[in-house]
């Protein structure tokens, strides 16, 4: 579903060919009619803090569930890993490979043969130097005019404004070229409002609104997303969804591992900074509030509409 013009437009993907060309065909087609700029040519990926514990577990096999679905294409996506840790292209890529077990192998081969690894500091020239090098001899191998580069930061909040600084002087898509430069930053934003709002100031300083994305992978989750839909258009829920017949919610977080590679994070940030005002209030807000939340959600769809339309 997705919004235009104030009214709503609902697509219904049918058929038995689910291979990737038709889904980025189906894509292609939706974009066309909802006439959005079309998204070719030559993409960069590059996921600074390769070597971690984010990138490995969620960011590398989100990249990897892209590319399987057709999302990604070979031809046009390139993605580089950059961190301090001294690291082969081979050595990042079995490291990834770890986390993608279960996968079909043919899929698994192609795309870790998009990856590169690039190894350099956060605060200084070289590194940045020589990552954009890699971009750009990738960008001028594809030849087709255009340059699109999205910087994922999966790092620790204190090194992105030395990080985003780097980007900004040595890394900026050409403007001679077709494209665009974004920025993705994880939660958390800060320790506090303060550390908040002067890494708000400090990132504001060197793009613009729109090249800044701030993220909570967890929010996109579609088991989250879909509490919406099983509140809200499910006729046996939506009339006994209510206080009359709900006597208490109890909202229990678990998991079925150890601090398993997050220590240093838990050790600056903590686990209850990491998901109880932003995870489990939004699943609390999700099962509370009444039909404002879906009025909510709908112009958050349109907000990402306009975002994508102008970015
Ligand atoms: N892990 C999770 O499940 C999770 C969940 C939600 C949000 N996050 C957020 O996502 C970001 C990345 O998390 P992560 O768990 O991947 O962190 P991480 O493993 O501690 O750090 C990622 C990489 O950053 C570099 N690094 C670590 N500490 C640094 C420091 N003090 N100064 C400069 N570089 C440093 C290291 O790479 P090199 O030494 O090779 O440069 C490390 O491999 C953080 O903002 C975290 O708060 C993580």
Request: charge should be neutral; charged fraction near 25%; glycine fraction near 8%.
């Amino acid at each position: 579903v997705l919004l235009k013009e104030g009214k709503i437009i609902l697509f219904v993907m049918a058929g038995t060919d689910s291979s990737a060309s038709s889904r980025q065909s189906s894509f292609n087609s939706l974009a066309k009619d909802l006439e959005l700029p079309l998204e070719q040519g030559c993409l960069t990926i590059v996921v600074l803090g390769a070597s971690g514990d984010l990138a490995k577990k969620k960011t590398f096999p989100a990249l990897y569930h892209l590319f399987e679905q057709g999302f990604l294409q070979s031809g046009e996506v390139h993605i580089v890993g950059y961190a301090r840790t001294n690291l082969s292209d081979d050595g990042l890529r079995g490291r990834i490979r770890a986390y993608l077990k279960g996968a079909s192998e043919e899929h698994v081969s192609e795309f870790l043969q998009l990856i590169k690894y690039v190894s350099g500091s956060y605060d200084s020239g070289e590194g940045f130097e020589k990552l954009n090098k890699e971009i750009s001899d990738y960008e001028m191998s594809n030849n087709s005019g255009s340059s699109r580069r999205l910087f994922y930061l999966a790092l620790p909040p204190s090194v992105y404004p030395s990080v985003c600084k780097m980007i900004r002087t040595y890394c900026m898509s050409p403007t001679s070229r077709f494209g665009w430069t974004r920025v993705i930053v994880e939660k958390p934003f800060g320790r506090d409002l303060d550390s908040a709002e002067e890494l708000s100031s400090q990132l504001g300083e060197l793009f613009e609104e729109d090249q800044l994305y701030r993220i909570d992978h967890y929010l996109g989750k579609e088991l989250v997303q879909n509490l919406l839909v099983l509140r809200f258009a499910n006729r046996l829920f939506l009339p006994l969804w209510n206080r009359d017949n709900v006597d208490n919610i109890q909202i229990v977080f678990r998991e079925d591992f150890g601090t398993d590679g997050r220590g240093g994070y838990f050790d600056q940030y903590g686990i209850i900074r990491d998901i109880i005002q932003n995870h489990l209030l939004q699943r609390f807000s999700v099962w509370l509030q009444w039909k404002s939340l879906y009025l909510l959600s709908l112009s958050t769809l349109e907000m990402r509409k306009s975002r994508f339309c102008n970015p």
